[in-house]
């Protein structure tokens, strides 16, 4: 399995990726729009995307970060935003390598570190993001504001 970062030629199967990533999240299945998405993220570069390949070239698994800057640390902060590993590869340690990219690159960024958030339901990422060093903050409180358009 290779670890690399995702490219426009991908996009078809990075597409499929991202459609059973949002299934997973209750999301309605929209195909068209996910292609555009992750499209628009690859030609902007607006967010940093690594697949795991496996030797035949098939896409079992991805990353995706979107930069963001710590004020108080004065920092550069990746946001964790998606992770996905295809159900027919999981217990692999797939989701793992592609968590140990996404450290490299805030290495490589010389960023203050990695965040992400995730359902109180997701058993199987509240077991995973402890156990690659990520640490639960319970004394934060997390906000959010939908725009109704």
Same mark, same amino acid.
């Not at 935003?81 to 996404?102: E, H, M, T, W, Y």
């Given at each position: ?40 993220? *690859?030609? %902007? ?31 550069? *902060? =990746? ?34 570190? *990695?965040?992400? %958030? ?26 959010? =504001?939908?725009?109704?358009?």
């Amino acid at each position: 399995m290779t670890i690399r970062p995702a490219l426009l030629t991908d996009l078809r199967s990075l597409t499929n990726l991202f459609e059973g990533y949002r299934t997973f999240y209750q999301k309605d299945p929209n195909p068209e729009t996910a292609k555009a998405f992750i499209s628009e993220r *690859l030609i %902007e570069n607006d967010s940093k995307i690594y697949v795991c390949e496996n030797n035949t070239g098939a896409l079992l698994g991805f990353v995706q970060l979107y930069p963001l800057f710590s004020s108080t640390r004065m920092r550069k *902060l =990746w946001l964790l935003n998606d992770l996905f590993v295809q159900p027919a590869s999981r217990g692999r340690g797939i989701s793992k390598l592609l968590i140990q990219r996404a450290k490299q690159l805030a290495k490589e960024t010389n960023a203050a570190g *990695l965040m992400l %958030e995730t359902g109180v339901s997701n058993e199987i990422g509240n077991q995973l993001y402890p156990s690659t060093g990520f640490k639960l903050i319970a004394a934060s409180n997390f906000y959010e =504001w939908n725009n109704p358009a």
